[in-house]
């Protein structure tokens, strides 16, 4: 058997998501991020610096309706940390992966009818 990769050590499916989330952090102004994929564990982040690993903040994220894309976005606040932190040269940012802590149940079912298509 072959060493595992990055995908096998995944315990959940993750879809492309290009969207700009809000990075909140107490006394400070909001940090703007793209994300880059999602699953119901965490979200994938495009940030022009490295944050520190275990870093937690909140996340503001609008969530599109794949099953009705003219309806606006719901927006949802979900404590995350921070997991990993590496620098892509292709994207010129570091790419962050963040852990979704206690996320809400609406908005794991708005993650997983996403996924879902």
Do not use: K
């Amino acid at each position: 058997m072959g060493p595992i990769t990055s995908r096998e050590q995944r315990a959940h499916d993750r879809r492309p998501l290009r969207i700009q989330v809000q990075l909140l952090l107490p006394g400070r102004p909001p940090l703007v991020m793209r994300t880059t994929d999602i699953s119901v564990s965490g979200v994938g982040l495009l940030s022009a610096t490295a944050p520190p690993d275990g870093l937690r903040v909140v996340l503001r994220i609008p969530m599109p309706n794949r099953r009705a894309p003219t309806t606006p976005p719901t927006v949802f606040d979900v404590q995350a940390q921070v997991r990993h932190s590496v620098f892509s040269s292709r994207e010129d940012a570091y790419r962050v992966g963040m852990q979704f802590l206690q996320p809400s149940d609406p908005l794991l079912v708005a993650i997983g009818n996403y996924i879902a298509g």
